[in-house]
């Protein structure tokens, strides 16, 4: 019969000096298995000897504990292997997420970037802005692993984020990503965040004196393409994109190709016809815009020692070393405190063309031409009439512009204007 083991004694234990040749062990026969390793440098590390599914293994239970918290804890690890679970690999496990965690690797950070360079989001056209978004809103949770991060994180960040608007973007970004990754197991759990609440969004408006004292300030890059928007109803982007070839200054006429028009009618499981081509006409105002910007433009490409050869491809509005404008809520920050005009964007600048041409007479099939609707007095009319109005849109854009010129000339400064 095998003899048993005598329990340690806390205050034996704690007068163990370590062996400057090798490592002793101690055997605790208190709780079978436990046993204590002292290092000649002195460590001490407690493990428990247990058969595990039949196989005879060592468990950790910690370093540096006294007698009667390693006891404590090897019996909690003790109950942990009855009920199948594996302490030791989850420790190691834990420590593998850190290490890989400080090298992006493994990182909830990395996962993100990885929908966007290998997942589902590589063919977005928008997919540098979504992420943009994402790191922006989700930025305290980049760095971690990516396996412990929660739903319910996740959400609270959302909902602390100051810009709501900004928040609810980055969940609709979100979503697709972590259900992406959860089915390639780079995350786990639920996730479905949810968009913070919002008031109703301001339909701006600019109002005459707003706009005398806006207008002035629209001498940059962006402000000569605000300009444009202004001058046509275009939205953002159509003026963005603008290419030189797709204006005929001689003809006073701007066609927007089919392929970069936005499309808001309701899909259904019928195929509709995609919006063609729109010809917006030119008022003497934006022709002359256009040659200021394309005088600009080889002005600037002089003073560079490059081509001044304006090919048709070239964008029309582009910053000061030639690249897309696309820092626009940056942009629109600086103009705020110089013009005093406050809470706009280019949106509203879509709106007040609109609401000015409504103003100066125009009635609303011609003011839904400016805007490109496709439906003029709603379907049925439009399925009659195929109208679009070329001289009246020409009119009410050239009566658009004139307004313009007036109350630039009567320029009253906004309260607030730098």
């Known amino acids: 019969m095998a003899k048993r083991v005598p329990p340690l004694a806390a205050a034996a234990v704690a007068k163990i000096k370590p062996d400057p040749l090798r490592t002793v062990e101690f055997v605790d026969g208190d709780v079978p298995g436990l046993r204590l390793r002292v290092t000649p440098k002195g460590t001490r ?53 850190a290490v890989s965690a400080k090298l992006g690797i493994g990182t909830f950070g990395a996962a993100v970037d990885a929908y966007f360079s290998v997942g589902n989001g590589t063919g977005l056209k928008t997919k540098a802005e979504q992420r943009q978004r994402i790191r922006s809103v989700f930025k305290d949770h980049l760095n971690r692993p990516s396996m412990e991060v929660s739903s319910s994180e996740l959400q609270r960040a959302v909902d602390a984020h100051a810009a709501k608007v900004a928040a609810a973007r980055a969940v609709g970004y979100i979503n697709p990503v972590v259900k992406w990754a959860a089915k390639r197991g780079l995350v786990q759990g639920a996730f479905d965040l949810e968009k913070p609440l919002q008031g109703a969004p301001e339909q701006k408006v600019i109002d005459c004196v707003e706009l005398a004292a806006l207008w002035p300030t629209l001498t940059d890059p962006y402000g000569r393409c605000c300009r444009l928007m202004l001058l046509t109803g275009a939205r953002r982007e159509e003026a963005c994109n603008a ?20 499309d808001t009618r309701a899909q259904t499981k019928r195929r509709v016809k995609p919006k063609p081509a729109m010809q917006v006409p030119l008022s003497r105002q934006a022709i002359a815009l256009l040659e200021e910007v394309k005088a600009a433009e080889i002005s600037r490409r002089q003073l560079e020692g490059v081509s001044s050869e304006i090919a048709p491809d070239d964008r029309v509005f582009v910053g000061q070393k030639g690249g897309r404008l696309d820092n626009w809520d940056r942009w629109l920050k600086k103009n705020t405190k110089k013009s005093g005009v406050s809470r706009w964007s280019a949106h509203a600048l879509r709106r007040t063309t609109a609401t000015l041409a409504g103003d100066l007479g125009a009635p609303p099939h011609v003011v839904s031409v400016i805007l490109g609707h496709a439906n003029l007095g709603g379907q049925l009319v439009a399925g009659y009439n195929k109208s679009r109005y070329e001289t009246e849109h020409a009119k009410v854009l050239q009566d658009v512009a004139d307004r313009i010129d007036e109350l630039n000339r009567s320029h009253i400064p906004v309260s607030g204007a730098a």
């Open 45 to 97: 590390t407690w493990s428990l000897n247990i058969r595990a599914s039949g196989v005879m293994r060592r468990f950790d239970v910690g370093v540096g504990l006294g007698l009667s918290e390693a006891r404590a804890k090897a019996k909690v690890v003790r109950q942990r292997v009855a009920d199948g679970a594996d302490p030791t690999a989850e420790k190691r496990e834990i420590r593998a997420r």
């Open 243 to 262: 290419t030189w070839g797709q204006f005929a200054i001689d003809k006073g006429v701007w066609t927007i190709p089919a392929e970069v028009r936005k």
